[in-house]
């Protein structure tokens, strides 16, 4: 079982405030659903906490299993067991998916992977996805459309087996047979060695993913923490009860 701990958690980019105090505590097995209105902090969270050089953390920790990843550089926080699916997976040409994810899975193992051993896991787990037989092989991203990227983060997930994964809208871009396969895939993955952090807009992606607790962002604070009500709440009337907005 693992633990990650966000504590008085506030982060800042250039001199704009986006975090305030933000506490969170995300145990193994659970899925922490975050939600909130557009330009309210979800996104930066995530990023944040993997360690993005545009933000500033200005008070706060962050700890996985009890250690402050903050001083922590990228590769690092990885290598101990953080993943960020991003909303726009860049493209990198001339790196092949699965050069890139051999060397990752080795990065994180801290030794080479057997080519033949990896080669036959990551046909196995393309083919859960229901990925197109020559996406895995291709330049990292490149040319994919926005739903093939998100599979393609998610079979990153499912390589990598981290033990806590951040999903930036993982849900974006993604058709209805495409949102059954990637929410269905994540969610075979919740359990003793893996908490999610799943940031979204809509109640679709739930209804394979199942959310342990869902949290309101406003203004760069958690204003709400409950179960599904709430997420019927926001269907019913928007954030205006949270935000204090009339429609």
Do not use: C, W
């Not at 995530?46 to 009890?66: C, F, H, K, R, W």
């Not at 787990?125 to 459309?145: C, I, T, W």
């Amino acid at each position: 079982m693992h633990k990650l701990e966000i504590k008085n958690f506030s982060v800042k980019i250039e001199d704009k405030q986006i975090l305030k105090n933000v506490n969170l505590t995300i145990n193994s097995g659970e899925v922490h659903a975050i939600m909130g209105p557009n330009g309210t902090g979800k996104s930066t969270l995530a990023s944040a906490i993997m360690g993005a050089p545009q933000y500033e953390v200005t008070s706060g920790e962050v700890l996985l299993d009890g250690v402050n990843i903050l001083e922590m550089p990228v590769d690092e926080r990885a290598r101990l067991g953080i993943f960020l699916a991003m909303q726009n997976p860049v493209e990198v040409p001339g790196v092949t998916n699965s050069t890139f994810m051999r060397e990752a899975l080795s990065a994180k193992l801290g030794k080479r992977v057997n080519l033949i051993d990896f080669a036959l896991d990551y046909e196995d787990k393309s083919k859960e996805l229901e990925m197109r037989p020559d996406l895995p092989h291709r330049y990292l991203n490149q040319g994919f459309s926005g739903g093939e990227k998100k599979r393609n983060e998610v079979l990153q997930l499912k390589v990598l087996q981290p033990k806590f994964a951040m999903l930036d809208e993982i849900d974006s871009g993604l058709d209805v047979d495409a949102l059954r396969i990637v929410g269905t895939n994540i969610q075979e993955m919740v359990g003793p060695n893996m908490g999610v952090l799943l940031i979204t807009h809509y109640q679709r992606i739930l209804d394979y993913i199942k959310p342990t607790y869902v949290h309101v962002i406003v203004g760069g604070t958690i204003v709400k923490t409950g179960g599904l009500e709430i997420i019927k709440e926001i269907e019913q009337n928007g954030y205006q009860n949270f935000t204090g907005e009339e429609k």
